[in-house]
């Protein structure tokens, strides 16, 4: 977990050069605690609190795009199942809609 701690402090760096909305250090921040989950343990209170979180902003198509692809960058280093990312916010009762977003994944659709 401390590489994608890593990643979020060089994120947060960053941030501020780059105009998208939300930004990748919001969406590191919310979901950072759903990498268990993704690797197939169980989804803890914190990571359905920030993917309830998450959905708040992703209001436009390219709100979601800026996710998936702030995901997908976040992501690019462990080993997860894509196939869990849909899942997770039906699990954590949210009307969020993630694709499943793996390094071949195209955000723009």
Known sequence: MSRFLHT???????SKYVVSAPSCVLV??????CLG??????????CCQGVNELSGHAK???DRAAICNCVKQALSSYKYDPKL????PKKCGSNL????IDKDYDCSK
């Open 85 to 88: 990312i849909p899942l997770l």
């Open 28 to 33: 590191l921040k919310d979901v950072a605690p």
């Open 37 to 46: 989950y993704l690797q197939g343990k169980g989804a803890s209170p914190e």
């Open 60 to 62: 436009t198509k390219e």
């Open 97 to 100: 809609e993630l694709p499943p």
């Open 8 to 14: 979020l402090a060089l994120l947060l760096l960053v």
